[in-house]
């Protein structure tokens, strides 16, 4: 599985953007699907998850309420819509992809879960 994200970019605080994660392989409806991301000198650290069929999610405490993962197998992509952008959300923003079709919390909150990562993408939010 490749993955690809884009949509990143430079926004205002309260602002909005929609990450994308274009998948490659007819297996990729099967996988538990993760978005990270890391700041400048800081650790990688867990954004959120969706399950196989779109069913379940789960995001850090940081983002819930904001963030909202979701999934299109036609178009083999996941989404990360990102409202209500704070500054302490600049990072490069990952999405990845884990071999198992059911979300589990604990497992798929770290980062040594997943099978697959794609290259980055950067989002940047103004103050």
């Known amino acids: 599985v490749q993955l690809q994200a884009s949509g990143g970019g430079l926004v205002q605080a309260g602002g909005s953007l929609r990450l994308s994660c274009a998948a490659s392989?007819?297996?990729?409806?099967?996988?538990?699907m993760g978005w990270f991301r890391q700041a400048p000198g800081k650790e990688r650290e867990f954004v959120g998850a969706?399950?196989?069929?779109?069913?379940?999610?789960y995001y850090a405490d940081s983002v819930k309420g904001r963030f909202t993962i979701s999934r299109d197998h036609a178009k083999n992509t996941v989404y990360l819509q990102m409202n209500s952008l704070k500054p302490e959300d600049t990072a490069v923003y990952y999405c990845?992809?884990?071999?198992?079709?059911?979300?589990?919390?604990?497992?798929?909150?770290?980062?040594?879960?997943?099978?697959?990562w794609g290259q980055g993408t950067q989002v940047t939010v103004s103050s």
């Open positions: 392989g007819r297996t990729f409806s099967s996988y538990v």
């Open positions: 969706i399950s196989w069929n779109g069913g379940s999610t």
């Open positions: 990845a992809a884990d071999r198992t079709t059911s979300l589990i919390i604990l497992r798929h909150m770290s980062r040594d879960e997943y099978d697959f």
